[in-house]
């Protein structure tokens, strides 16, 4: 039996991004990370509809040696403590490696998808930035993207839904089709 699943980007859907000059960046210590103040309840709410719930992470700063990869999984098990998460799946690489897993390649996508024996086009992907948006297109899901208006550039295919919130995205879902 396939099963369903809502792929979530961590920074900007799930806790605050720190924006400066219009672009968005991941917070940088424990005391920055704030998880969004509805995003318990909105999970909840996806959790009761059957989806299982898998964040898919580029975390590049560790690659870059911004960030300790402990900084990044300490803000992890917060997530996992206070979410109602199945899945955590990050990239710690940067744009030079050239895996797989980095977004916009599908990559931790369709490793979670065999995984957890997933039905990607029943599945969705929520992220707040183009890679997001084209990681779950390319995986065969259906995008929600939360559009913030940052100054980058725009997903590659319009999406299924442009929301201004992860409380849109997940009424987007939860609509009865028509």
């Keep these: 039996m396939s099963r369903r699943a809502v792929f979530l980007d ?6 605050r991004v720190i924006v400066r000059t219009g672009r968005p960046y991941p917070p940088e210590s424990l005391t920055e990370f704030e998880i969004l103040p509805d995003a318990e309840d909105l999970l909840r709410r996806l959790k009761n509809l059957g989806f299982l719930l898998l964040v898919v992470t580029n975390q590049p700063d560790v690659g870059h040696g911004r960030q300790s990869r402990e900084r990044v999984e300490q803000m992890h098990a917060v997530l996992k403590a206070r979410l109602p998460l199945d899945a955590i799946f990050v990239c710690y690489h940067s744009n030079e490696d050239d895996c ?16 957890y024996e997933l039905d990607l086009p029943s599945c969705f992907m929520i992220g707040d930035r183009w ?10 899901c259906k995008v929600i993207f939360i559009d913030y208006g940052y100054q980058e550039r725009q997903p590659a295919e319009a999406p299924d839904a442009r ?16």
Excluded: H, T, Y
Aim: proline share 8%.
């Design 131 to 140: 890679r997001d948006a084209d990681a779950g297109r390319a995986a065969g």
């Design 10 to 15: 961590r920074d900007g859907v799930l806790n």
């Design 100 to 115: 797989q897993c980095r977004k916009p390649k599908p990559g931790m996508l369709l490793q979670a998808a065999v995984a």
């Design 163 to 178: 929301v201004r919130s992860l409380s849109e995205a997940v009424s987007w879902i939860s609509a009865p089709l028509p």
